[in-house]
């Protein structure tokens, strides 16, 4: 079954919340609001939504402090960002997007466009989330294959120390049968082939 997709929508202005939750619950997101950026950082820290929606003319907390606060937490940092404002100046867009802001929106806008962007960045995150599982997997994997390894690496060294004793052991006048100089020998290089081996990463 298909997980839903989350949104925290962070608004000052209640009837823009309320228009922006309307639209995603009839496309089958579940949507949290919050009225400010403190409030806003605690839901986001409590439920790890899947996007964030974000108005950045706020009192208290405006919407750029918000940005800096979230990316500033490993634990939010990676959640898409789109960030919705009233403002045109091109200078406030491009501060929005270097803190971190994956996508903005101009208010009023359209519906469809707004559920697209959405849509867009819910499916980002599941990509990213995907991704870091992947890579959490192959690195249980890799510390898996190192420690087998060493333990081999051990025993087959284990083997050699008793194979060497026992050699050692062989009486004079039998040694020449069994190439005693020869059987150390490749006993010794092999020991120097293990120790050569290079740690997994």
């Not at 405006?62 to 100046?89: N, S, Y």
């Not at 004793?165 to 059987?183: D, H, M, R, S, Y």
Request: charged content about 25%.
């Amino acid at each position: 079954m298909e997980k839903i997709k989350t949104v925290l929508i962070i608004d000052d202005n209640p009837n823009n919340a309320e228009m922006c939750r309307i639209c995603l619950e009839m496309e089958g997101y579940a949507v949290y609001c919050a009225e400010d950026g403190a409030t806003g950082l605690a839901a986001a820290e409590k439920i790890l939504p899947d996007v964030i929606l974000l108005d950045i003319v706020m009192a208290g907390m405006d919407g750029f402090q918000m940005l800096e606060r979230l990316h500033a937490d490993p634990a939010l940092k990676d959640i898409p960002v789109l960030v919705l404002t009233v403002m045109t100046e091109t200078i406030h867009i491009v501060k929005a997007l270097r803190l971190g802001a994956i996508d903005y929106l101009k208010k009023p806008f359209n519906a469809d466009e707004f559920v697209a962007r959405v849509t867009r960045l819910a499916k980002l995150k599941e990509s990213q989330d995907a991704l870091k599982k992947t890579s959490e997997n192959m690195k249980t994997r890799h510390r898996n294959l190192e420690i087998a390894l060493k333990k081999w690496s051990r025993e087959v060294l284990g083997i050699q120390n008793t194979l060497e004793k026992t050699i050692l052991n062989v009486p004079a006048e039998t040694a020449g049968e069994f190439g005693l100089e020869k059987i150390l020998s490749a006993a010794n290089q092999a020991r120097h082939v293990i120790a050569a081996c290079p740690p997994l990463r």
